[in-house]
């Protein structure tokens, strides 16, 4: 008899014992449906949750990021510094802006932001912005990181659409730059039933402008007083599911961080690289490894009913609508492009579950020697 499926993330799963139906019904019988009361109170529980003073809910994490952008004054024919391993997220972000992102290569450990080719990269480009990813929900050197760019006088913008509650000496993620922006996708750590995301800050004026600029650059009712604004706003229902699961988020953190030590004692001296972290600086959003030949794992775990996927196969620098040379080598991003692999990492994956993905891992490495 065939096993059943274990899939890279189950929002059943995930989301099981949860009572939605409940603010759900509150939120309809209030006839108010967008940038209501749930959406001001999440945006509080946010603020408090991540630290800050300010949390500015927006529609999804990418008009999270170009908002960011814009409320830091990024415009046409700025540079923008990224990586180039973590999707095309922020690149998106960066040429809705009318900038040209400028990729910088990743640490070899973490596969996050690299400070040395940071200094290269702004040394020879002059960026008016650094988006730091804290990718997989492994938070970047992210001090380092700051403290360059304040030397050198450039914002920085945390991409935390994969790091939610991930932390460091009492920090969150979110705390540390200029400004953050979070995804609620609904395989997030905090995922909606729907989109969202929001852009976090202790900027006061920084907070007013990204507020206005989400809903068509208002300062009040039908009076545009600032440019480059846009309809981008969390509805009441999804800020509602948002407030139901926020105060759970730690606990399923520290499964997903469990989940990864499991695989990571397992897979010690096989011929994989293996996550650098599992304290509390890494929320394990992703359980990325990396392998010479993942096309056989990927075709060997699918034999025994467990999904994986590749988070990312293509670097920024190489799509096709936007390839072009880097100013700075990026040999680590281009091997990790090519090597990485997801195993299934989330709350609610069962033991049983976890063991068969282990056992299907470890066969298939054993074969290999």
Known sequence: MLSS????????????????????????????????????LFE?????????????????????????????????????????????YGSTAIHAVGATPVYADVDPATLTLCKNSLEAVIAKEKPAAIIVTHLYGQLANIEEIVQIASAAGIPVLEDC???????????????????ACFSFYPTKNLGALGDGGAVVTGDDALAARIRQLRQYGWDQKYRVAIPGG?????????AAILRIKLP??????????SIAKRYNEAFAGLDIQLPSSV???YVAHLYVIRVKDRAALAAAL???????DIHYPIADHKQPAYAAAPSVALDVTERTCDTVISLPCFPGLSDEEVDRVIEAVTTHFSKEI
């Not at 759970?248 to 961080?257: G, K, P, S």
């Open 302 to 308: 699918k034999e025994k009913s467990v999904s994986t």
């Open 279 to 281: 304290s509390d600086d």
């Open 248 to 257: 759970h988020l730690d606990t399923w953190n520290e499964q997903r961080r």
């Open 44 to 88: 509080e529980e946010f603020a408090a949750y991540v630290g800050v003073q300010h949390c500015i809910s927006v529609a999804n994490g990418s008009d999270a990021l170009e908002l960011a952008l814009k409320g830091l004054g990024v415009v046409g024919g700025d540079r923008v510094v990224a990586v180039a391993n973590a999707g095309f």
């Open 161 to 179: 659409a994969q790091s939610h509650g991930a932390r460091r000496n009492g920090k969150q993620a979110g705390s540390f730059g200029t400004i």
């Open 5 to 40: 499926i274990i899939p890279l993330f189950s929002a059943t799963a995930a989301n099981a014992g949860l009572d939605f139906a409940t603010p759900l019904k509150a939120v309809l019988d209030s006839h108010w449906y967008v940038l209501g009361n749930e959406v001001k």
């Open 230 to 238: 846009r309809n981008s706003r969390l509805d009441e229902m999804q």
